[in-house]
């Protein structure tokens, strides 16, 4: 009898607690800090395709000024370059601290330390040269905690050409390289990408007007490769140095080994972080010089250990196009115009992304060069499925002048320039 009046009892103060209080005793789903995270993943339900393809999520994130590139970091935090500067964002899209200024920001990675890198321009007085003259210099930025976890600091700042091995920067020849009279000055080359190693080495897209070969000079069209700089106890000292510049990327004529006005590059290693990365030294390229003939703008350049050091080389096996398994391939000819921004997924995927500010879209293919995904099991397609989309205008799925792509945990983020927006998406077959 006690225990049967007991139990009525409990289930009587279990129901007014459940009833009444259980948001204000063990919270909501529906607090407010909740409610905006399942609000900026939220899909689209009239772009649920019936077929395979990449749905959008909104709503796209907005509040900036012509962004320009877009990466998720190691710290699982996205960073976004536009004409203000640095903006730091968690993956609901929330402002991680305010915009940190940085004139002319066009690229930012970061490495496996959380050191964020940004290609950006410098103001420069060159005493030696003219005191009373302020050169506008392409430069790369370092920086610690960028992400708040402690003091914004700038470690150092890479400024071109001072910090290119090949440069022999004696007065006479910054004079020669500074006239703004010249069409080959200095103050023309641009940094347009960076990507790091899975050994947080650092690599930089570079292009510019004057590209000689032959000589000990560098061309401006070309990759550059930093390390770290140790002490003399192997630590790093948190300094970078220009180690080496990748000289048989052909910087005039178009190959499978060129570097024609390179738009960006990025490597085979990516977050998130983990124990065993690829040692690839590998790398894609983009190559934007227009009004020239080039057949592939979007390069895969192979990275080989020799007896003789390493050596950069073509994926000549991307030109074996295999009609059977896709209608279209990274390296089909002329298949893109402007390519400005590449990301590969580093998952089990290992799918190759490039957008391209000509045609206005989003393109996706396969580690072996095939356009498209996979089939769905119990799907009749024997080909890869097409899920490139895009198109000029403002909709969910178009664009205008993109100039940025990447990649994490299956959805893809989009810098939409001329929309002033970061565009998200996901395969609309990794909904659950």
Same mark, same amino acid.
């Given at each position: 009898?006690?225990?049967?009046r007991?139990?009525?009892?409990?289930i009587?103060?279990?129901?007014?607690?459940?009833?009444?209080?259980?948001?204000?005793?063990?919270?909501?789903?529906?607090?407010?800090?909740t409610?905006?995270?399942?609000?900026?993943?939220?899909q689209d339900?009239?772009?649920?395709?019936?077929?395979?393809g990449?749905?959008?999520?909104?709503?796209?994130?907005?509040d900036?000024?012509?962004?320009?590139d877009?990466?998720v970091g190691?710290d699982?935090?996205?960073?976004?370059?536009?004409?203000n500067?640095?903006h730091v964002?968690?993956?609901?899209?929330?402002?991680?601290?305010d915009?940190?200024?940085?004139?002319?920001?066009v690229?930012v990675?970061?490495d496996?330390?959380?050191?964020v890198?940004?290609?950006?321009?410098?103001?420069?007085? =060159?005493?030696a040269?003219?005191p009373d003259?302020?050169?506008?210099l392409?430069?790369?930025?370092?920086?610690r905690?960028?992400n708040?976890?402690?003091?914004?600091?700038?470690?150092? +700042?890479?400024?071109h050409?001072f910090?290119?091995?090949?440069?022999?920067?004696?007065?006479t020849?910054?004079?020669f390289?500074?006239?703004?009279? /010249?069409?080959?000055n @200095?103050?023309?080359?641009e940094?347009?990408?960076? +990507?790091?190693?899975?050994?947080? @080495?650092l690599? =930089?897209? /570079?292009?510019?007007?004057?590209?000689? +070969?032959?000589?000990?000079?560098?061309p401006?069209?070309?990759?550059?490769?930093?390390?770290?700089? /140790?002490?003399s106890?192997?630590?790093?000292?948190?300094?970078?140095?220009?180690?080496t510049?990748?000289?048989n990327?052909?910087?005039?004529?178009?190959?499978?080994?060129s570097?024609?006005?390179?738009?960006d =590059? +990025?490597?085979?290693?990516?977050?998130?972080q983990r124990?065993?990365?690829?040692?690839s030294?590998?790398?894609?390229?983009?190559?934007?010089?227009?009004?020239?003939?080039i057949?592939?703008?979007?390069?895969?350049?192979?990275?080989?250990?020799?007896?003789?050091?390493? %050596?950069?080389?073509?994926?000549g096996?991307?030109?074996?196009? @295999?009609?059977?398994?896709?209608d279209?391939?990274?390296?089909?000819?002329?298949?893109? %115009?402007n390519?400005?921004?590449i990301a590969f997924?580093?998952?089990?995927?290992g799918?190759?992304?490039?957008?391209?500010a000509?045609?206005?879209s989003?393109?996706?293919?396969?580690?072996?060069?095939? %356009?498209?995904?996979?089939?769905?099991p119990?799907?009749?397609?024997?080909?890869?499925?097409?899920?490139?989309?895009?198109?000029?205008?403002n909709?969910?799925?178009?664009?205008?002048n993109?100039s940025s792509?990447?990649?994490?945990r299956?959805?893809?983020?989009?810098?939409?320039?001329?929309?002033?927006r970061?565009?998200?998406y996901?395969?609309?077959?990794?909904?659950?």
């Open positions: 009898m006690f225990n049967s007991k139990s009525t009892y409990l009587l103060i279990s129901a007014v607690l459940f009833s009444y209080g259980c948001a204000e005793m063990f919270g909501t789903k529906s607090d407010d800090v409610d905006d995270i399942f609000e900026q993943g939220r339900p009239n772009l649920i395709l019936d077929e395979v990449y749905a959008a999520l909104l709503p796209f994130w907005s900036f000024d012509r962004p320009t877009v990466f190691y699982e935090l996205v960073y976004v370059t536009d004409a500067g640095l964002l968690d993956r609901a899209g929330r402002r991680s601290r915009v940190i200024p940085m004139r002319g920001a690229a990675v970061q496996r330390l959380l050191n890198y940004v290609a950006a321009r410098k103001d420069t007085i =060159i005493t040269v003219d003259i302020t050169w506008d392409a430069a790369v930025y370092k920086i905690n960028a708040g976890a402690g003091p914004l600091q700038t470690v150092q +700042t890479l400024i050409p910090n290119d091995a090949s440069r022999a920067v004696s007065t020849n910054l004079r390289r500074l006239d703004r009279n /010249r069409q080959d @200095d103050e023309l080359v940094i347009t990408g960076l +990507t790091v190693l899975a050994n947080n @080495d690599l =930089i897209s /570079r292009k510019g007007p004057r590209n000689i +070969t032959g000589v000990g000079m560098a401006d069209n070309t990759v550059l490769v930093y390390t770290s700089i /140790r002490d106890q192997g630590q790093r000292t948190g300094q970078m140095r220009n180690s510049q990748i000289r990327l052909n910087p005039n004529n178009p190959s499978l080994l570097g024609l006005g390179l738009n =590059i +990025t490597s085979f290693v990516a977050p998130p124990e065993n990365m690829s040692g030294q590998s790398f894609l390229i983009a190559q934007g010089l227009q009004n020239v003939s057949p592939f703008r979007v390069l895969w350049v192979d990275a080989v250990d020799t007896p003789d050091g390493l %050596e950069y080389r073509s994926n096996q991307l030109l074996n196009r @295999d009609t059977t398994r896709a279209s391939f990274l390296y089909g000819e002329f298949r893109f %115009e390519p400005t921004g997924s580093a998952d089990a995927r799918h190759i992304f490039v957008v391209d000509a045609k206005d989003l393109f996706l293919f396969q580690s072996n060069g095939l %356009e498209g995904v996979t089939p769905p119990g799907s009749n397609q024997t080909k890869a499925v097409n899920v490139s989309f895009g198109g000029t205008g909709g969910p799925r178009q664009f205008n993109p792509v990447a990649y994490f299956q959805i893809v983020y989009v810098a939409d320039t001329d929309n002033n970061i565009s998200r996901k395969l609309n077959t990794d909904f659950e």
